[in-house]
């Protein structure tokens, strides 16, 4: 029998602090009104300054583990997606693989922006389908609060923090991974980017060390590739749009949530939609919200569930899975 690898476990976190469109209109030319309006936006978890993107991992990877019915030395794979990793080096895997207590293994980061949950995912079946690993620990953690020009209204009030993980197991049964779909186009690098780095600095002006962001053409980009990512990813399979269970998209913007639901069909009781209190998460964005809907029983075991994501590179991609 085939082996497919399976979400065993989920997990997530948010730090404590809250910060709402109000909080934000006190300091910005901006308003409750304007930011909902664009975005779905209401509020969202901000770090501490002594809170870091390997910190909410842990916290978020425990309660998968947990929930998984594990203890961390059953984990044999660790793979992190973020884009705000605690240190340059080393990864935040590997200091998570240490503070979990796991076996020796491997771990390492992903680094595909808003993406980059579903590319650690697909990374981690392939370790599990070629019986390389067993029990995979997939996280997704941003402190993107660090990395944003909190006088700039246009990209401040669409980012938050916060983590969410799965555990992804081996498995015979019928649940599982069915098919996943990665994809790249650097030609739109600078519709969304961080332009200074460590290697290289574009200018001296403090401000290309935050997020830069052409907001309606990545929408329309966006737009664009998500609505074709559906039938990439059931091509070749037994299943259609039509028996999506549940939408599990990256956090956004309600808009582009909207659009790509009407898009497949599927009423927005179909979507699992966090963004009006957590904002945009990047790779957190769709293990958290993930979490939060199998907490709240919208999501339940037999479950057909599509996930798809989009962000800065541009890139993109989707999976296809039965909880």
């Known amino acids: 029998?085939?082996?497919?690898?399976?979400?065993?476990?989920?997990?997530?976190?948010?730090p404590k602090t809250i910060v709402t469109n109000e909080d934000l209109s006190k300091t910005l030319d901006t308003s409750d009104e304007w930011i909902v309006s664009?975005?779905?936006?209401?509020?969202?978890?901000?770090?501490?300054?002594?809170?870091?993107?390997?910190?909410?991992?842990?916290?978020?990877?425990?309660?998968?583990?947990?929930?998984?019915?594990?203890?961390?030395?059953?984990?044999?794979?660790?793979?992190v997606a973020t884009t705000t990793p605690t240190h340059i080096f080393p990864s935040c895997a590997s200091g998570l693989q240490k503070r979990l207590g796991t076996q020796v293994c491997p771990a390492f980061d992903v680094q595909a922006v808003c993406s980059g949950f579903i590319y650690a995912l697909d990374i981690a079946d392939k370790y599990i389908k070629t019986n390389q690993a067993k029990h995979a620990l997939v996280v997704g953690s941003e402190t993107m609060?660090?990395?944003?020009?909190?006088?700039?209204?246009?990209?401040?009030?669409?980012?938050?923090?916060?983590?969410?993980?799965?555990?992804?197991?081996?498995?015979?049964?019928?649940?599982?991974?069915?098919?996943?779909?990665?994809?790249?186009?650097?030609?739109?690098?600078?519709?969304?980017?961080?332009?200074n780095g460590v290697s290289y600095q574009h200018s001296d002006e403090r401000i290309d060390d935050y997020i830069q962001m052409s907001g309606s053409e990545v929408f329309k980009v966006a737009v664009s590739k998500l609505r074709d990512l559906v039938e990439q990813v059931t091509a070749g399979t037994d299943y259609g749009s039509h028996?999506?269970?549940?939408?599990?998209?990256?956090?956004?913007?309600?808009?582009?949530?909207?659009?790509?639901?009407?898009?497949?069909?599927?009423?927005?009781?179909?979507?699992?939609?966090?963004?009006?209190?957590?904002?945009?998460?990047?790779?957190?964005?769709?293990?958290?919200?993930?979490?939060?809907?199998?907490?709240?029983?919208?999501?339940?075991?037999?479950?057909?569930?599509?996930?798809?994501?989009?962000?800065?590179?541009?890139?993109?991609?989707?999976?296809?899975?039965?909880?």
Request: with cysteine; charged share 20%; net charge negative.
């Open 145 to 195: 609060s660090k990395i944003l020009n909190w006088s700039d209204r246009n990209t401040c009030v669409l980012f938050g923090d916060g983590a969410g993980a799965v555990v992804l197991s081996a498995s015979e049964s019928e649940e599982g991974l069915i098919s996943s779909k990665l994809y790249a186009d650097g030609a739109f690098k600078e519709l969304l980017w961080v332009p």
């Open 243 to 323: 028996q999506i269970d549940k939408l599990v998209p990256h956090q956004a913007n309600i808009r582009i949530i909207k659009a790509v639901a009407e898009k497949l069909h599927l009423p927005m009781e179909k979507v699992v939609s966090t963004v009006a209190l957590h904002a945009n998460t990047s790779a957190a964005s769709i293990p958290l919200a993930l979490d939060c809907a199998v907490k709240a029983k919208q999501i339940k075991r037999g479950d057909l569930l599509f996930m798809e994501a989009f962000g800065g590179g541009f890139t993109w991609g989707g999976a296809l899975l039965r909880f």
């Open 1 to 14: 029998m085939t082996t497919r690898s399976y979400i065993q476990g989920t997990g997530s976190y948010l």
């Open 38 to 79: 664009r975005t779905g936006i209401s509020q969202r978890h901000i770090a501490g300054d002594n809170e870091s993107t390997s910190d909410m991992a842990e916290h978020a990877a425990r309660l998968a583990i947990a929930d998984a019915g594990l203890t961390p030395d059953a984990i044999d794979l660790i793979i």
